[in-house]
C-alpha cells in the first residue's frame, strides 16, 4: 500500500485514522485503542502477533438515582465519545515485597492514557491500560467534575472478546462463595454444567449463582494454539467483585458485577478509579504462575514499619471439628444463647468441646518441639451454641472465653514456650457485629500478645440481603485489614471476597481462603487435580490458607468421618511448595505426626518465605513443579504435584555452581495411590550439586518434595 492509499483509507474510517497503540517494553503484547463509528471505546490485544482480545467494547452503564439532582447523573457512559487527549509513557521499577516469592519484583511496562469527552453530557473519563510483557490492566478513570460527581454503577460492560472456543477452567459465577471444584470444558460448554449442576451448587452455607454462562475470575483458558490466557482483576477497592458472564453465539465475556441488596452494582463519588481489568498471556504456562501483573498494579505498601508481619507455619485445634470428633461448642444444654445473658457456669459440659486449656497446651507443646510459631483456636468464645442458620445480629463479642479456655494463662505459657495463639473471630456474616466489636477485640488481642486474627464468614451476610462480593462487603473486609494493622495484627480472612494483590498494599493480609480448601476433604474430598489448579486461578490475586499436611488421609481410620484425602501423603508435603502462602498449617493432628515422624522432618524444615522462586514445568489441572530458596539462607526447597501417575525430572541448574548438598527426597512408593494406597511412601538422603538430575516418581493424586541443604 503506497502512502496516497493509506491516507485515503484514513479519510474513509475516522475510528482506525483515532486508533492509539501501546506495546510491551519486549514488543510481544501488543494493545489498540479506538472509538468506532459511535464514539464507543474500543480495544483489542495481541500476542506475539496472534489475536489474544477480539475488537471489545468499553464503558458503563448508569442507573437512574431518585435521589439524584442532576438529570445528567442518568446518561450511561458507554457511547457518544470524542478522545480529547493521549499520553504514552514507560515505567520500570524493582520493588521489595514484605514477603514473597522472590526477594524483589520488576514492574516494568508501557502504558497508554487517553482523555474521552462526552459532548451529551460534558463528562470526561480516561482510561488507562497498561501494557506488560506478559499482559495487561485497564480501568477506568473519573475526574471530579461538576457533571459527574455522584452516580450509580447499573452495569459495567467491560467486554473481552475472545478468538476462538477456548478450553476454560472455571467456577461457577457465584455473589457468596468460590468453594467449588473446578470444571474444565470448552467455552460453550459452561451453561451445560452449570444447568446440571444447579441443585448440587446450593449445597453451601451461602451460594448465589446468578447465571447459566457466569463464571468467576481469575479465569484461565488455553487456545487450541497453545496461548495461555487468564482474566482478572486487580486492586478491587471500594467496588464490587467482578465476575464475567459469556455470550455464548459470540464468544464474548463481559464483566458482571456483584450487586447490593437492592441490585445496584456500585455507589461512586468522584474522583474515582476502578479497579484494574486484566489478562495475562503466554505460550508457556510456567508463566502464569510466575508473573506478578495482580501484585504490580496495585498501590506500593502503606505500611511504615512492617516489622511486625512475618511469614508463620502453625499448627491448631481445628481439624478435629472439622472431621467431626470434637466440636466448637461447649454445652448441648441451650436451645439459644443471647450474647451477655447466658451464665455458662451453669452448663454441663458435652465433653467434646476442642478448646480446652489442655488441649490447647498440648498443642502449645507440639509447636514449640517442632518449630511451628503458631497456635490457631476455634471454638474459644461463647456463642457457637447456635451461632450458624439464625441469621443472628448479636451472634459473638470476640472477647469471653468458654469456662474451659483459660485465655491468660495459656497465652503465658505460649510465651514461655517462644509460641503465640492466633485468635480466631468468626463473624457468622454478621459485619455489623464484627465492625461493633473490633476495636475491643484488637485490644484484647494487644493485651494477651496475639498478632494474627484468621476471620471467618459462613452464612448469609448481614446486613441482611447483600452478597459477601458486593461493594459493601468488600469495604468491611478492607476496614478490617486496615484497623488490624493500627493494631499490628496480621489478617487471614476465610470466606471473604477473592484477593486481588491488596497484600501489597497492606501485607499484613497474610492469607485469604477464598477457594474450596482442605477442609473439604472431609466433606467428601476434591478432585485430585484441585491443587494443580488453584495456583493457576484463584492464586493470581494472593496467597491461599490451604491448611495442607493431612497424613491420616483415611478419615475413616480415626473416626466415623467416611471420607478420605484425594492426595498421597508426599502430595501433601508438595503442597508446601506448590500452593505458595507466607502463612502455612500443619493441619493433622499431633498424634498422626508422630506415626510419619520421618515424613513430618520436611514440614518442620520447610520455609515460607523465599529469595526466588523457578516453576520448572507446568500445566493447568495437571502438575506443577516449583523449587524456592528459602529466605536469607542458600537452601532450596523443591515441590511437585500431579493429577495422574508420572516421572518428573527435576534439573538442579539452579544450585549454586561448585557447592555441595546434602539432598532428602520425599517420593510416593511405586504402588502408592490417592485411593488405594496413599500413605506409601519412600525418603531418599544423598549429596548433590548443580547440574545433577533428579528422577522421581509421582503416584495418581500424588507429589514429592525435596530439601537442598547447602554444606558450609
Same mark, same amino acid.
Not at 467494547?57 to 438515582?65: T, V
Not at 493500627?486 to 501485607?507: D, L, S
Not at 483415611?554 to 508435603?573: A, F, I, K, M
Given at each position: 500500500?503506497?502512502?496516497?492509499?493509506?491516507?485515503?483509507?484514513?479519510?474513509?474510517?475516522?475510528?482506525?485514522?483515532?486508533?492509539?497503540?501501546?506495546?510491551?517494553?519486549?514488543?510481544?503484547?501488543?494493545?489498540?485503542?479506538?472509538?468506532?463509528?459511535?464514539?464507543?471505546?474500543?480495544?483489542?490485544?495481541?500476542?506475539?502477533?496472534?489475536?489474544?482480545?477480539?475488537?471489545?467494547?468499553?464503558?458503563?452503564?448508569?442507573?437512574?438515582?431518585?435521589?439524584?439532582?442532576?438529570?445528567?447523573?442518568?446518561?450511561?457512559?458507554?457511547?457518544?465519545?470524542?478522545?480529547?487527549?493521549?499520553?504514552?509513557?514507560?515505567?520500570?521499577?524493582?520493588?521489595?515485597?514484605?514477603?514473597?516469592?522472590?526477594?524483589?519484583?520488576?514492574?516494568?511496562?508501557?502504558?497508554?492514557?487517553?482523555?474521552?469527552?462526552?459532548?451529551?453530557?460534558?463528562?470526561? /473519563?480516561?482510561?488507562? +491500560?497498561?501494557?506488560?510483557?506478559?499482559? #495487561?490492566?485497564?480501568?477506568?478513570?473519573?475526574?471530579?467534575?461538576?457533571?459527574?460527581?455522584?452516580?450509580? $454503577?447499573?452495569?459495567?460492560?467491560?467486554? +473481552?472478546?475472545?478468538?476462538?472456543?477456548?478450553?476454560?477452567?472455571?467456577?461457577?459465577?457465584?455473589?457468596?462463595?468460590?468453594?467449588? !471444584?473446578?470444571?474444565?470444558?470448552?467455552?460453550?460448554?459452561?451453561?451445560?454444567?452449570?444447568?446440571?449442576?444447579?441443585?448440587?451448587?446450593?449445597?453451601?452455607?451461602?451460594?448465589?449463582?446468578?447465571?447459566?454462562?457466569?463464571?468467576?475470575?481469575?479465569?484461565?483458558?488455553?487456545?487450541?494454539?497453545?496461548?495461555? /490466557?487468564?482474566?482478572? !482483576?486487580?486492586?478491587?477497592?471500594?467496588?464490587?467483585?467482578?465476575?464475567?458472564?459469556?455470550?455464548?453465539?459470540?464468544?464474548?465475556?463481559?464483566?458482571?458485577?456483584?450487586?447490593?441488596?437492592?441490585?445496584?452494582?456500585?455507589? $461512586?463519588?468522584?474522583?474515582?478509579?476502578?479497579?484494574?481489568?486484566?489478562?495475562?498471556?503466554?505460550?508457556?504456562?510456567?508463566? #502464569?504462575?510466575?508473573?506478578?501483573?495482580?501484585?504490580?498494579?496495585?498501590?506500593?505498601?502503606?505500611?511504615?514499619?512492617?516489622?511486625?508481619?512475618?511469614?508463620?507455619?502453625?499448627?491448631?485445634?481445628?481439624?478435629?471439628?472439622?472431621?467431626?470428633?470434637?466440636?466448637?461448642?461447649?454445652?448441648?444444654?441451650?436451645?439459644?444463647?443471647?450474647?451477655?445473658?447466658?451464665?455458662?457456669?451453669?452448663?454441663?459440659?458435652?465433653?467434646?468441646?476442642?478448646?480446652?486449656?489442655?488441649?490447647?497446651?498440648?498443642?502449645?507443646?507440639?509447636?514449640?518441639?517442632?518449630?511451628?510459631?503458631?497456635?490457631?483456636?476455634?471454638?474459644?468464645?461463647?456463642?457457637?451454641?447456635?451461632?450458624?442458620?439464625?441469621?443472628?445480629?448479636?451472634?459473638?463479642?470476640?472477647?469471653?472465653?468458654?469456662?474451659?479456655?483459660? $485465655?491468660?494463662?495459656?497465652?503465658?505459657?505460649?510465651?514461655?514456650?517462644?509460641?503465640?495463639?492466633?485468635?480466631?473471630?468468626?463473624?457468622?456474616?454478621?459485619?455489623?457485629?464484627?465492625?461493633?466489636?473490633?476495636?475491643?477485640?484488637?485490644?484484647?488481642?494487644?493485651?494477651?500478645?496475639?498478632?494474627?486474627?484468621?476471620?471467618?464468614?459462613?452464612?448469609?451476610?448481614?446486613?441482611?440481603?447483600?452478597?459477601?462480593?458486593?461493594?459493601?462487603?468488600?469495604?468491611?473486609?478492607?476496614?478490617?485489614?486496615?484497623?488490624?494493622?493500627?493494631?499490628? /495484627? #496480621?489478617?487471614?480472612?476465610?470466606?471473604?471476597?477473592?484477593?486481588?494483590?491488596?497484600?501489597?498494599?497492606?501485607?499484613? @493480609?497474610?492469607?485469604?481462603?477464598?477457594?474450596?480448601?482442605?477442609?473439604?476433604?472431609?466433606?467428601?474430598?476434591?478432585?485430585?487435580?484441585?491443587?494443580?489448579?488453584?495456583?493457576?486461578?484463584?492464586?493470581?490475586?494472593?496467597?491461599?490458607?490451604?491448611?495442607?499436611?493431612?497424613?491420616?488421609?483415611?478419615?475413616?481410620?480415626?473416626?466415623?468421618?467416611?471420607?478420605?484425602?484425594?492426595?498421597?501423603?508426599?502430595?501433601?508435603?508438595?503442597?508446601?511448595?506448590?500452593?505458595?502462602?507466607?502463612?502455612?498449617?500443619?493441619?493433622?493432628?499431633?498424634?498422626?505426626?508422630?506415626?510419619?515422624?520421618?515424613?513430618?522432618?520436611?514440614?518442620?524444615?520447610?520455609?515460607?518465605?523465599?529469595?526466588?522462586?523457578?516453576?520448572?514445568?507446568?500445566?493447568?489441572?495437571?502438575?506443577?513443579?516449583?523449587?524456592?530458596?528459602?529466605?536469607?539462607?542458600?537452601?532450596?526447597?523443591?515441590?511437585?504435584?500431579?493429577? !495422574?501417575?508420572?516421572?518428573?525430572?527435576?534439573?538442579?541448574?539452579? @544450585?549454586?555452581?561448585?557447592?555441595?548438598?546434602?539432598?532428602?527426597?520425599?517420593?510416593?512408593?511405586?504402588?502408592?495411590?490417592?485411593?488405594?494406597?496413599?500413605?506409601?511412601?519412600?525418603?531418599?538422603?544423598?549429596?548433590?550439586?548443580?547440574?545433577?538430575?533428579?528422577?522421581?516418581?509421582?503416584?495418581?493424586?500424588?507429589?514429592?518434595?525435596?530439601?537442598?541443604?547447602?554444606?558450609?
Amino acid at each position: 500500500m503506497n502512502i496516497r492509499q493509506l491516507l485515503s483509507l484514513l479519510a474513509l474510517s475516522p475510528a482506525l485514522a483515532a486508533a492509539q497503540t501501546v506495546s510491551s517494553p519486549d514488543g510481544n503484547v501488543s494493545l489498540t485503542f479506538s472509538l468506532d463509528g459511535n464514539g464507543r471505546p474500543t480495544y483489542e490485544m495481541s500476542y506475539k502477533g496472534k489475536q489474544v482480545i477480539k475488537p471489545s467494547r468499553l464503558g458503563l452503564e448508569l442507573a437512574k438515582d431518585k435521589h439524584a439532582s442532576n438529570a445528567m447523573q442518568e446518561t450511561d457512559l458507554m457511547e457518544g465519545f470524542t478522545k480529547v487527549s493521549h499520553n504514552t509513557s514507560s515505567f520500570d521499577e524493582t520493588w521489595t515485597p514484605v514477603w514473597g516469592e522472590t526477594k524483589t519484583i520488576r514492574n516494568n511496562y508501557n502504558e497508554l492514557e487517553v482523555t474521552l469527552n462526552q459532548a451529551s453530557s460534558n463528562r470526561d /473519563i480516561r482510561l488507562r +491500560f497498561r501494557v506488560y510483557d506478559y499482559g #495487561m490492566g485497564l480501568r477506568y478513570e473519573f475526574p471530579q467534575q461538576s457533571t459527574l460527581n455522584y452516580f450509580v $454503577i447499573k452495569e459495567e460492560r467491560t467486554q +473481552f472478546a475472545m478468538t476462538g472456543n477456548h478450553t476454560a477452567y472455571w467456577i461457577p459465577g457465584d455473589y457468596d462463595t468460590q468453594e467449588y !471444584e473446578y470444571q474444565i470444558t470448552p467455552l460453550t460448554g459452561i451453561s451445560e454444567v452449570i444447568r446440571k449442576n444447579r441443585e448440587s451448587y446450593g449445597s453451601n452455607s451461602s451460594t448465589t449463582v446468578f447465571s447459566d454462562t457466569g463464571v468467576q475470575t481469575s479465569l484461565q483458558m488455553k487456545t487450541a494454539d497453545g496461548l495461555y /490466557i487468564n482474566i482478572h !482483576e486487580a486492586a478491587c477497592i471500594d467496588y464490587p467483585t467482578m465476575h464475567l458472564n459469556l455470550d455464548e453465539s459470540n464468544l464474548v465475556f463481559e464483566s458482571w458485577l456483584t450487586p447490593d441488596a437492592v441490585g445496584r452494582k456500585g455507589f $461512586i463519588q468522584t474522583p474515582f478509579n476502578t479497579p484494574w481489568r486484566t489478562v495475562l498471556v503466554s505460550d508457556d504456562a510456567r508463566d #502464569m504462575l510466575s508473573c506478578k501483573l495482580t501484585l504490580n498494579l496495585n498501590e506500593p505498601c502503606k505500611i511504615e514499619d512492617t516489622s511486625w508481619i512475618h511469614p508463620t507455619k502453625y499448627c491448631g485445634v481445628w481439624w478435629n471439628m472439622i472431621v467431626g470428633t470434637r466440636t466448637w461448642s461447649y454445652t448441648d444444654d441451650l436451645p439459644s444463647v443471647r450474647l451477655g445473658d447466658t451464665d455458662y457456669s451453669k452448663c454441663k459440659p458435652n465433653g467434646k468441646h476442642g478448646a480446652t486449656t489442655a488441649e490447647v497446651k498440648r498443642y502449645i507443646d507440639f509447636a514449640a518441639a517442632n518449630g511451628l510459631q503458631q497456635v490457631l483456636v476455634e471454638g474459644w468464645n461463647e456463642g457457637w451454641e447456635d451461632w450458624f442458620g439464625h441469621q443472628k445480629l448479636d451472634v459473638f463479642d470476640f472477647v469471653t472465653p468458654y469456662p474451659d479456655f483459660d $485465655i491468660k494463662y495459656l497465652n503465658d505459657y505460649a510465651h514461655s514456650k517462644g509460641v503465640k495463639l492466633m485468635m480466631h473471630h468468626e463473624t457468622s456474616s454478621s459485619a455489623l457485629n464484627y465492625e461493633r466489636h473490633l476495636e475491643e477485640a484488637f485490644d484484647l488481642m494487644n493485651r494477651y500478645g496475639y498478632d494474627a486474627v484468621k476471620t471467618g464468614y459462613v452464612g448469609d451476610i448481614i446486613p441482611r440481603g447483600e452478597y459477601h462480593y458486593s461493594q459493601l462487603m468488600n469495604n468491611h473486609y478492607q476496614r478490617v485489614v486496615e484497623t488490624a494493622a493500627k493494631h499490628h /495484627i #496480621m489478617v487471614n480472612a476465610h470466606e471473604a471476597t477473592r484477593p486481588t494483590g491488596i497484600c501489597r498494599t497492606w501485607p499484613n @493480609l497474610v492469607g485469604n481462603e477464598s477457594a474450596r480448601g482442605t477442609e473439604y476433604e472431609a466433606f467428601g474430598g476434591s478432585v485430585p487435580y484441585h491443587t494443580v489448579m488453584l495456583p493457576f486461578t484463584r492464586l493470581q490475586g494472593g496467597p491461599m490458607d490451604y491448611t495442607p499436611g493431612i497424613f491420616e488421609t483415611r478419615l475413616s481410620e480415626w473416626s466415623d468421618n467416611p471420607s478420605y484425602v484425594h492426595t498421597t501423603l508426599c502430595g501433601q508435603l508438595s503442597l508446601y511448595l506448590v500452593m505458595y502462602s507466607p502463612l502455612q498449617m500443619a493441619a493433622d493432628l499431633p498424634e498422626h505426626y508422630a506415626k510419619y515422624d520421618d515424613a513430618f522432618q520436611f514440614i518442620r524444615d520447610v520455609a515460607c518465605d523465599w529469595d526466588d522462586s523457578k516453576y520448572l514445568e507446568a500445566e493447568p489441572a495437571e502438575y506443577i513443579t516449583v523449587a524456592r530458596k528459602a529466605k536469607g539462607t542458600d537452601d532450596w526447597f523443591v515441590g511437585g504435584k500431579t493429577n !495422574e501417575a508420572r516421572r518428573t525430572v527435576v534439573k538442579l541448574d539452579f @544450585l549454586d555452581k561448585g557447592a555441595k548438598y546434602d539432598c532428602a527426597i520425599y517420593q510416593d512408593a511405586p504402588d502408592a495411590d490417592y485411593e488405594h494406597n496413599p500413605k506409601a511412601y519412600d525418603i531418599v538422603h544423598k549429596r548433590v550439586k548443580a547440574g545433577d538430575v533428579l528422577k522421581i516418581w509421582q503416584a495418581r493424586g500424588g507429589g514429592f518434595a525435596v530439601s537442598l541443604k547447602k554444606i558450609k
